[in-house]
């Protein structure tokens, strides 16, 4: 009877627009907003004349040697005096089970410690590993470049990975300028690009579309993909976006690639290898580098959408998949999974877009060693890291999985795979196995041709 009283007291007439409703009607808004306990402690010591003392630490816990630093600590406390006092076994057992909380705090403590000094160690070993590669580097391989590229020496120091100093000088001169393109000729063929980025603004009708013919509006069409494409390169990195460092820098390169090479045109995952040239090399040299690394056979096949030669090299492909992972070309099999749903992806950006950016430049450096072969071989490699997975996944999630490998992928454990790829079937390597397909390929076109006419 007491709780809801008859009689309430006077309120002040309540804001018609006021928030808010209770239960049983609706109340004005507070006037004042939630106190401070700090507040209502000093208004109630000059209403009272009281002042509140905090009582001695030694008063509010008895017993105990500490202060609890956190909830854990606890269970070591005395329990209120209108409680039952703990028994001898009870605080016992509380302090062994706090006292096991502590230990395993420390050594999660010391665990991370060490943890955390090791990947020191690591990193400054890995900074003293490139320091000492740098100068070998510059010093000795480099002036002698013809003499020693191919020893074993070498070989193993560039299986290492290149220091990022002489990335863009080694990467040049593996790759190489069978084109002889100076950079003088890129300025030429950049040129040309901007002037048609211009008169393609300019005009716009309909009617000069279709007076320029069929190959102007390729062309056109080109650019157009290139502005899009630029703005879907290294998308986290933001360098190669509107308004960053790199994004005309980009452009130009891949431009001037559009004019110079009018056969094989811009194509989607070409942004991918330019930007990456661009971040080791000058424009100039970039562009160089890019227009020659497009020119060897594998991209040349792979960018000018050549049916016949992709099928040969996923053909060459499945037969080292068959022999080095035998259980998964099985696995892939049963789903009628083949290289081209992956494998196409992965060779158009030179897996720059699959893999971290780091990684991938680790994966150019030996590219660049062995040429196209070492496509091939790392994506072998990536089975084989991944293989225990894939087998237990069906079709739809194997695809999803290889599309968008998983980002803590690590060089250490990739390349130990791919070291364990042997490019080797029948005693024949990638480059005997790939041109015995292309014989067999041009003797079933012989069988097949039709018969001369009399």
């Not at 008063?59 to 209120?80: G, M, Q, V």
């Not at 661009?278 to 160089?288: K, S």
């Not at 699959?354 to 450096?365: E, F, G, T």
């Not at 890291?385 to 454990?413: N, R, V, W």
Request: glycine content about 4%; charged content about 30%; some cysteine.
């Amino acid at each position: 009877r007491n709780f809801f009283t008859k009689r309430t007291k006077e309120l002040k007439p309540a804001v018609q627009s006021a928030p808010g409703w209770k239960l049983f009607g609706k109340v004005p808004p507070r006037e004042n907003l939630p106190k401070d306990s700090k507040i209502i402690q000093q208004e109630y010591e000059a209403r009272t004349g009281r002042m509140y003392k905090t009582p001695a630490p030694s008063a509010r816990r008895k017993n105990i040697e500490f202060e609890p630093l956190s909830t854990t600590a606890l269970i070591l406390e005395d329990r209120p005096a209108n409680l039952p006092a703990k028994s001898v076994e009870e605080a016992l057992r509380h302090r062994q089970e706090y006292d096991e909380m502590v230990a395993e705090a420390k050594k999660r403590e010391i665990k991370e410690a060490h943890k955390r000094k090791k990947i020191m160690r690591e990193r400054f070993k890995q900074e003293e590993n490139i320091a000492s590669a740098m100068v070998i580097w510059v010093n000795e391989i480099l002036p002698n470049w013809e003499g020693m590229r191919a020893t074993r020496r070498v070989r193993e120091l560039w299986w290492q990975g290149l220091p990022p100093s002489v990335r863009g000088k080694v990467w040049s001169l593996a790759v190489g300028n069978e084109l002889n393109i100076t950079p003088e000729l890129y300025e030429i063929f950049l040129s040309r690009a901007k002037e048609r980025w211009k008169s393609f603004s300019e005009t716009s009708s309909e009617n000069d579309t279709e007076d320029a013919g069929a190959s102007v509006a390729d062309r056109e069409a080109s650019l157009e993909l290139i502005k899009l494409d630029i703005s879907r390169t290294f998308p986290s990195l933001y360098i190669f976006q509107k308004g960053g460092p790199y994004h005309d820098l980009l452009h130009s390169v891949l431009g001037a690639y559009t004019c110079y090479r009018p056969d094989v045109g811009y194509v989607q995952g070409m942004s991918f290898i330019a930007a990456v040239l661009i971040l080791n090399l000058e424009e100039a040299d970039a562009f160089i580098a890019f227009a020659n690394l497009l020119n060897k056979p594998c991209q040349l096949a792979f960018f000018r959408v050549d049916h016949s030669m992709m099928l040969k090299y996923f053909a060459a492909f499945e037969v080292f998949f068959e022999e080095n992972l035998p259980k998964l070309f099985l696995h892939f099999k049963s789903y009628s999974l083949t290289p081209d749903i992956y494998l196409i992806d992965w060779i158009f950006t030179l897996y720059s877009k699959s893999l971290p950016l780091d990684l991938a430049c680790r994966v150019w450096d030996v590219f660049c060693r062995d040429g196209e072969e070492f496509l091939f071989r790392t994506g072998l490699g990536i089975l084989r890291l991944y293989e225990d997975i894939l087998l237990q996944m069906d079709f739809i999630h194997i695809a999803q999985f290889l599309t968008k490998l998983p980002e803590d992928i690590t060089s250490e454990k990739l390349f130990s795979c791919i070291a364990a790829i042997q490019m080797q079937n029948s005693n024949k390597k990638w480059a005997q196995v790939f041109a015995s397909l292309m014989k067999d390929n041009k003797e079933g076109d012989k069988n097949h041709s039709p018969a001369p006419k009399n």
